[in-house]
């Protein structure tokens, strides 16, 4: 499948089977986000991977949309690491660096017949307290992850409507 194909037909998925992630699976998505560019290459980023029940709950406790899946993926970034830049202060690379990673992540996921979720429903600051995440690391996403269940399907008003790409580009 080439990319725009594989690009349209993922979906956010809302529901998993009971089935562990395969190795070979999970190695080649956390390839995938560590190949991610990243501000200067600088890789900030940091994925904690979250498979055991009492990790599980914990983020179940901060955020109710893992919508039962095995395996989590929560993306951070090293405050401390990421790209500053120089000509105004206060802009940097973090957020848009473990973006570009997550969604790398995201989408080898789909190519391998992992389903997964994008989710900002949580606290970030509690995530981190209850995770242990270092204060130094700014949560940026969770994502949920596994093998769609079979009656998985698309939320039809989140997944097949899309502005008119007239209303979202411009040509300067």
Known sequence: MDFLELAKARYSVRKFKDQPISKEHMDRILEAANVAPTGCNYQPQRIYVVKSKEGLNKINSASKCIFGAKTVLIFTY?????????????????????????????????????????????????????????????????????YPADDAEPLAEMHFGHKDISETVTEI
């Open 78 to 146: 090293n405050k401390d690491e990421d790209w500053k830049n120089r000509l105004e202060e206060g802009v940097h690379s973090g957020v848009q660096d473990v973006s570009i990673v997550a969604t790398h992540a995201m989408m080898e996921a789909w190519e391998c017949g992992v389903g997964s979720c994008w989710v900002n429903f949580f606290s970030p600051t509690k995530l981190r307290e209850i995770m242990g995440i270092p204060e130094n690391e700014e949560v940026v996403c969770i994502m949920p992850m596994g």
